[in-house]
């Protein structure tokens, strides 16, 4: 996993969020509509509290990623150790769309999310966190080509006939390759 200072963001060419909407339930139903199981999981994650962002061209998805916030609990895929921080998890680009730096300005777009969430007084930009698998490289690549630091390695383990997953997070831990 790595971390960012959200000032720290690198300026990458090309990398305006512009575009990119707030995803809520009118879009989550509009975009989504024909993708039953993921419609229901973006409702949920509204539910809980987390923010998404996605791209849209001709009232298709391109693009969506997702933010959970200190006030919302963590992603679904995380131990309950990483409560009250910004995480940005479930981050797709459509087949059709990829290798045009999508991911990377939804990542820019969750930032800066995470920024205007930050309660009103405090002076400090939020650090913002994010994994992904060790053989994700395209997104590995894209996550530190933006600034984000190695910030250790989560271990999981789903637990048989259900949904739950135990799991810790060594903040220490290098990454592998």
């Not at 963001?9 to 509509?33: I, K, N, Q, S, Y």
């Not at 199981?37 to 001709?58: C, K, N, Q, T």
Request: glycine share 10%; with cysteine.
């Amino acid at each position: 996993m790595w971390s960012i200072q959200g000032d720290a963001l690198g300026a990458v060419p090309g990398d305006d969020p512009a575009g990119w909407v707030r995803l809520d339930e009118r879009r989550v139903d509009h975009l989504f509509a024909a993708e039953p199981e993921r419609r229901s999981r973006f409702l949920a994650f509204l539910r809980r509290g987390h923010r998404g962002v996605a791209l849209a061209d001709a009232g298709r998805w391109v693009a969506y990623g997702w933010l959970a916030t200190p006030r919302s609990g963590p992603a679904d895929h995380l131990p309950t150790s990483t409560a009250g921080r910004y995480w940005i998890f479930y981050c797709r680009t459509a087949d059709d769309q990829r290798n045009r730096g999508h991911y990377r300005r939804a990542l820019v777009a969750l930032v800066g999310a995470a920024a205007g969430d930050a309660d009103p007084g405090d002076a400090s930009t939020p650090t913002v966190f994010i994994d992904t698998r060790d053989d994700n490289a395209p997104a590995r690549s894209a996550i530190e080509r933006l600034g984000f630091v190695p910030a250790g390695v989560v271990h999981l383990w789903r637990l048989p006939r259900t949904t739950r997953r135990l799991g810790y997070w060594r903040k220490a831990e290098a990454h592998g390759r």
